[in-house]
């Protein structure tokens, strides 16, 4: 794939999650509020960001089966976290256990580590767990849970998407060590959320 296509392919992405946004705009309640609340929830912090985009990209990484696997187990188990979110489940070790996995897919990332898929798998899904509880937990009151839900699992997927899509050309560009360099840059974003 041509670093031309590459763009072009992650510019329609973006462009498509954005579109429902343009849409609704105008609207500031009901479920177009609750969707873009969902929406926007996700890329509303560092932690969110760089956990989603660092899945997509120890996924395309690691290669073979995880490329899809992974974010679907992200994306799954996700939903669950923010369902106990929105129930008002309490989950002690949400807000550490997002900070955890900045830091360690950081460290995965930077240091090209490959775990056997059920291990990888059970790994996102405990890092899901909690950034799907935070999700559910801070939905408005107003919003419709659908259309929230709907909107932070269109905006996590596309994130996840943007990872993959930017590790496989690395992969291909045989740019390796770019990898490396972006993965001890998330490492170091965990750090920071420890710290500050």
Do not use: N
């Amino acid at each position: 794939m041509s670093k031309s296509v590459c763009l072009r392919s992650v510019l329609l992405i973006v462009a498509g999650a954005l579109l429902p946004s343009f849409a609704y705009a105008h609207v500031g309640v009901g479920e177009a509020s609750g969707f873009m609340h969902g929406l926007t929830h996700p890329i509303s912090g560092l932690d969110h960001i760089c956990a989603m985009v660092a899945v997509g990209l120890w996924a395309a990484q690691m290669g073979g089966r995880s490329v899809w696997a992974v974010p679907l187990t992200f994306v799954s188990v996700m939903i669950l976290g923010g369902v106990m979110g929105m129930m008002g489940i309490s989950l002690p070790f949400a807000e550490t256990g997002i900070v955890l996995s900045v830091l360690m897919l950081g460290i995965l990332i930077a240091a090209s580590i490959r775990l056997p898929l059920w291990l990888s798998s059970s790994m996102v899904g405990l890092f899901a767990l909690c950034h799907g509880h935070a999700h559910g937990a801070e939905m408005p009151d107003s919003a419709s849970v659908m259309t929230y839900a709907f909107g932070f699992i269109l905006s996590t997927a596309t994130l996840h998407i943007l990872g993959i899509m930017f590790g496989l050309g690395m992969h291909r560009l045989a740019h390796k060590q770019v990898m490396r360099w972006v993965g001890a840059s998330v490492a170091l974003c965990g750090v920071y959320l420890a710290v500050s």
